[in-house]
């Protein structure tokens, strides 16, 4: 194993282990969600597995996690089923992820000089920082497990090993079920790839990569063709498949317990709030200036041709249409004011019925901004983005936390950017987490008649 690796590893943990003791010295009981994870995990880890709290609507991965962690150092620990021991499960994924995210950038990209391998693991640092995902390694939440395992499905995919990929992808809808449309994200980038690569001597790479309906029609085509060839990549994930329909069919649905607050509904504006979120915290590794000049130019060639034109004029129509009908202002946002989320929506979208259609332009060049700054060839973008759909625009909720795999995995495949756009990054990460940290830890207010402190979160 490289040393440098390790000396970054070490450096994460170190950090992790400071914040985390902040983090519990001030905040003792759970918060928030936790009030409900902590004491599941509790029972497990003094030994009843017979009760599971019915307004739990995840799996039990995460509970069946730290006990399975914890229990080998339940010597060493003086109370190892404590809020901040289990907290500490979260700090595990952390660095796990860091390594998961090091080796895929490097798969991706196809690193074998040492240089552009140590930049990639520099990312992969810098990303491992990512707010969100920061902020819940503290606490008892199930995003850093399920990230983790969520990644790591895919970089096995990735390295062509689908049994360990499907494996991981179960672990990871034990954390959240919608973690199952990450694992056919997984099985279709793998399809993708042995269809279109040359030196394949019985797909001879006839699938074209670029987007149209004709790769589109030819990839349906060529994997029925090829279907007993793709077997052996498949059938992992068809099992894993197979597990989970029985899952639904067993618990009568996708989520478990609770399922009043759960209702999906079609909430299509999520995708531009992820556009929007996601050209932002990607913007320290996006060339802004060269991609705005390349997006006004594609303006101007478009409006010179009658379909160019026509397409154009017809997007923000469309946009009008999905922020019209496809806007939801779940209960919980209008009324929990410890979320950022809250504010965004008092202070932006409240302030004025017209300003969601006013930031239209915003979410089309957001999208432009995105759209072309992933390094992936187009039929696989085009593939994250009907996945990205299809687990966000089920979920009324405008919520960071579910914004969480989709940027990672956007994030990995952006085309590397140079030293100074990685230590931008790094600056703005760090920024949002001293704050967000800071605020959490030592601003605490009350409600009036509820006891506890209230603290803000994202
Ligand atoms: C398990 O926990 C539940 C809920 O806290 C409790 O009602 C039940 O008695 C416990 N069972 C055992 C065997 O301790």
Redo the contacts with the bound molecule.
């Keep these: 194993m490289d040393v440098a690796r390790l000396l970054l590893a070490t450096n994460l943990l170190l950090l992790a282990i400071a914040v985390a003791a902040l983090v519990n010295a001030n905040v003792r009981d759970p918060y928030m969600d936790e009030i409900f994870h902590i ?1 599941q995990a509790q ?1 497990y880890c003094n030994g ?1 597995w ?2 599971y709290d019915p307004k739990l609507t995840t799996p039990p991965g995460l509970y069946i996690a730290s006990v399975a962690l914890l229990k080998p150092l339940s010597q060493l620990l003086p109370n190892p089923c404590s809020p901040s021991t289990l907290r500490f499960t979260n700090v595990l994924f952390h660095i796990g992820t860091f390594f998961v995210l090091g080796k895929t950038i490097d798969r991706i990209r196809g690193g074998s000089q040492q240089d552009s391998t140590r930049k990639n693991w520099v990312e992969a640092l810098t990303i491992s920082f990512f707010p969100i995902s920061y902020f819940f390694h503290f606490l008892y939440y199930t995003d850093s497990g399920s990230t983790f395992f969520t990644l790591l499905a895919f970089l096995w995919s990735l390295e062509d090993w689908h049994i360990g990929s499907a494996a991981a992808s179960l672990v990871a809808m034990t954390f959240r079920q919608t973690n199952v449309i990450w694992m056919l994200f997984g099985a279709g980038t793998a399809v993708i790839r042995v269809l279109s690569d040359k030196k394949n001597p019985v797909t001879k790479g006839k699938l074209s990569t670029e987007l149209s309906f004709r790769s589109l029609f030819s990839l349906i085509m060529l994997s029925i063709n090829h279907l007993i060839y793709l077997i052996p990549i498949l059938w992992p994930y068809i099992s894993a498949l197979g597990f989970f329909a029985g899952f639904i069919v067993w618990n009568g649905g996708i989520v478990l317990g609770d399922k009043t607050n759960h209702i999906a509904q079609l909430h299509v504006v999520q995708l531009f709030y992820f556009s929007a979120f996601s050209a932002f915290f990607l913007a320290p590794t996006i060339n802004i200036p060269a991609k705005l000049k390349n997006f006004s130019a594609l303006i101007g060639r478009s409006l010179k041709s009658p379909t160019g034109f026509v397409t154009l004029a017809a997007l923000p129509v469309l946009a009008y249409i999905i922020i019209s009908k496809f806007t939801i202002e779940h209960p919980f946002l209008l009324a929990d004011n410890r979320h950022y989320t809250f504010y965004l929506w008092k202070l932006l979208f409240r302030t004025n019925a017209y300003i969601r259609y006013a930031l239209i332009p915003g979410y089309l060049v957001a999208i432009y901004l995105v759209a072309t700054s992933l390094a992936s060839p187009a039929l696989h973008t085009f593939l994250y983005a009907v996945c990205v759909a299809l687990t966000l625009v089920p979920s009324p909720l405008l919520e960071f936390r579910y914004f969480l795999v989709p940027y990672l995995i956007a994030r990995v495949y952006v085309k590397p950017p140079g030293w100074v756009g990685v230590m931008g990054e790094l600056v703005l990460y760090m920024g949002f987490n001293v704050v967000t940290i800071w605020v959490f830890v030592a601003k605490g207010f009350k409600w009036e008649g509820v006891e506890g402190v209230q603290r803000f979160m994202y």
């Design positions: 004491p029972r009843n017979s009760f």
